[in-house]
């Protein structure tokens, strides 16, 4: 189960697809090995980036049930359950916890109206979700929601509510006005993990960022970040991630940002295609090129390797 | 089948829940039969009054199902299909038109670029949807994508588009330029429904509409303003509109509306409950008293009994 | 000076202009003229609906000028001063102030974050006016921005506040709760006038609305709804509302109905010219035919007279 | 005067304040100075990142005759005009081409529907600047108005387009289809200069760009990139740009960049304070840090000198 005292890299599973379309289990086995193999603390399953929406009910059952049987309790895996309707989210959070899940993620929807009907949601949410472990989203710039750190505070006077993906932008101050509510005994120690692909990682971790939940492909670098900002050896830390950052830039371009992660984890040979589901974008000759350079100097300048 | 002759009135029909928040299948047959009395010439499933979004994949075939059964083939059944990915709007198409449906609605998602990236989604999407014959629903209010009418005739040249819901708004000049596109040659004709709750029935009339596609709570008004308007009964045809339009205005609210619609059709004794699935509003005791007192005088003024 | 218990119709003024695009002094004499004689008991210049975002700084100064010089304190006059800087809302108010206008109307802009933010925004805002009496526009479908009741109730702590302009929509419910903290000691009495278009004039004087600002081209029918609602007389109040509801509907789609408004204040002898400045929506010939059979039915129903 | 071979880097200068919000006049001259010691090639006053809407008019003037006196002709200046009316427009671009400037740049504004609506937009917008070279800047995540390849196209075969101010993103293949349509003969060629903080300009560049319009606060960098790609020597021009991407990163935050652009700009003797006009955020002493620590890194790194 997922505790408030969560930490490290989560990694945000994309859902691997044949290319035809259909779930790519074999590549999902792999990606889930490679990722636990680079560091990951934990998993999430079924994000945005995971191309939830375009999922069949099934088929994201199937899906959860195969990296769950894979990850076979080695660390905690996050399913995402946003839905317009409690009823769904309910459904989703009960079938993902019955199969092994240890918490439930959910960002409130668009169209709420000021604090107060934002609050609600949130408590309505956790109540949907039942006695799993809630992991709050917030992320405006998709949503449009805007939540506050007394709001924060005042979810996290509910025990349900273990973590905070913190991708407010700009965020850092609130991360730093929610760790000092902490401090100050306003609330309740939880855990918060920094969000919007990793931009921000070394300033989310001096701000006291636990960790990190996103999707880049190299999952490695961002463990090996936090490591060094752990271990005091900050100009270290901003050593290997800045090596990283072009790529990370080239992977936060809106709707291009999933094809170009993909591609990538293809050339990392952890998925045996970099296909989305229609609706969606494919890249330009171009573009690869682009990003297959990106990739050689990280080989040459960071050590890292491909595959 | 749904063919470009299509006119009249389709109901949207609402789903009917019982207070748990259970299908409500005695009610849906009740509101089946009530829409075909008051002279519904087709009926539409699964939109957003209908709270698609909030049904399970199950509920919503169950619902289909029963819906279909009942009408057994009197009018035309269209079903939407908006997903945010082709492969569900597939598989809610097949299952749809597999169990008698006449046709699917579908509306342009938000985030598409440009009239190119949305004349080549409907091309996507008719190829989706496979055979069935294509509603096009056009509502930027809700999606932010505009249609123009040159690229309804673009759409038009492929015989699977049979019907346009224009509810553009301001929308009438687009209706009448499609009609006049029409008459000069540049595309076949259409059938063409306004939309938006029937709040410019007369004008789209005038405009060239074959109908309207609204689940406005007294489908037999709007089968009357279409008749007497047909007869060129101008004057009473907006008579009999006016009455109305106090009820049609409050139905409009956006995020309330569905709910004054609802308890409406409690009080016309087609519902059993007017309830929501949550998350959703609930009606006030003045905003009932107030819709109420908007009955009451349509029961005087206009002859029209509520049950 | 506004006060906390202004009431009755201000009407907001659109901007005449010449067909060349220059201010139209003799109209705006002429305007003036007719809303005070229509019975209006304020006015309001350079709101939304004013074209105020199209005038020079100087030209907003003139037309302003021109007003107050007619009203000459027969009643009081609002001026907008929204800007996207604080030292424009202070210029303008300043200036308007100066030369005589009873208040200043100000809507939060788009892209405040949560209530805190909105409601510093609001102090901010009553500081750059200075002394001037406050007017708050609570005008959500425009600014996306939220304002609660007890948000309000902050507000109104400070005495420059005097004003609501209240037209979110749905928002009955929330006028109702401003006017229950009132009774309940938790808040002081504010004047409220409702808004959008006046659509909902009946229902928001049964909420304890002051009256109405709007610049619905009939102000002598919302003068006589508000004195038939004061007087009890309900039914006749609802009559004669209803009477205008096809051409109120008319004139709120967006982006057309201020070319709408001004067509009709052309044919009541009111302006000389409808021009729009440029961006600007033409009617077409359909809609201008579809509003005058709308103002023949008036003359004919209600015994309104054009000019 | 602009013409479409125009090239380079283009600084988007902020405009100065004093502590009370005043100009700071002073400053605009040194920050003028610095930009062309740094190897501008023209500037950009009164954009989105000017603090333009925050301007009244005749502040706008006396900033622009300011720069424009001491650039005195060495390079161009582009001057933004970017209105809600076209007499604004109009306005602006008189004056400031009266006092020397270059050229005008305006974006289209949010709410135009179509492709046809908003090429006939630019059009207007042309003839409301009158013989102005005019430069459009494609900014879809400020107005959400797409722009394509066809439509720049289109605009571009009047001449007096002369430059694309390229920021859609993802906007790189839009770039290359751009330049695939002049080497087609299918439109002539223009000057394209990339945004978006310059977060994309060695891709930018290998597109075909002819350069960048922003206002990160190195300008220096960009130039020498620029020397390094158009000197093939990609790998050198992407060092250089690597170590400055982390503060290009921070420069990005919405809301914040500007703030942060500013407190650069005094830490390099340009400004002589950070004073943003209010409304606008205040930088915390956590940000202010680690801005600093990026730039003591910079320092160290890139033999950049500070001031």
Not at 51 to 57: C, V
Not at 244 to 273: F, M, T
Request: net charge neutral; proline share 6%; glycine share 10%.
């Amino acid at each position: 189960m997922l505790t408030r005292n969560a930490k490290g890299v989560f990694v945000i599973a994309p859902t691997p697809f044949l290319p035809d379309g259909a779930l790519d289990l074999a590549s999902t086995d792999r990606m889930t090995d490679a990722f636990l193999a680079a560091g990951a603390q934990g998993l999430t399953l079924l994000g945005v980036m995971g191309e939830a929406p375009k999922l069949e009910q099934e088929e994201a059952l199937t899906f959860t049930k195969r990296v769950l049987q894979r990850v076979a309790g080695r660390v905690p895996v996050v399913v995402g359950a946003s839905a317009p309707g409690f009823a769904t989210m309910r459904a989703i959070a009960r079938g993902s916890m019955d199969l092994g899940a240890a918490g439930i993620m959910v960002a409130p929807p668009p169209g709420l109206k000021g604090d107060d009907a934002v609050s609600s949601y949130i408590m309505q949410a956790m109540d949907a979700v039942g006695d799993a472990p809630f992991v709050l989203q917030d992320f405006p710039q998709l949503t449009g929601i805007h939540i506050s750190a007394a709001m924060v505070a005042r979810a996290a006077a509910d025990a349900r509510l273990v973590m905070l993906k913190a991708e407010d932008c700009p965020g850092l101050d609130k991360l730093s006005a929610i760790r000092q509510m902490e401090k100050d005994g306003k609330m309740p120690r939880i855990s918060i993990l920094g969000g919007n692909g990793g931009q921000f990682l070394p300033e989310e971790l001096s701000r006291g960022a636990d960790g990190v939940m996103t999707g880049y492909a190299f999952p490695e670098m961002l463990v090996k970040v936090i490591a060094l900002m752990g271990a005091g050896q900050r100009d270290a830390a901003q050593d290997a991630f800045d090596a990283h950052l072009p790529l990370i830039r080239s992977e936060l371009q809106p709707g291009l940002g999933l094809a170009i992660r993909k591609h990538v984890l293809v050339r990392r040979g952890i998925l045996a295609h970099a296909t989305l589901r229609a609706p969606g974008p494919k890249l330009s000759a171009a573009t690869v090129s682009e990003i297959d350079y990106l990739l050689r100097r990280l080989e040459m300048h960071s050590g890292i390797k491909l595959s």
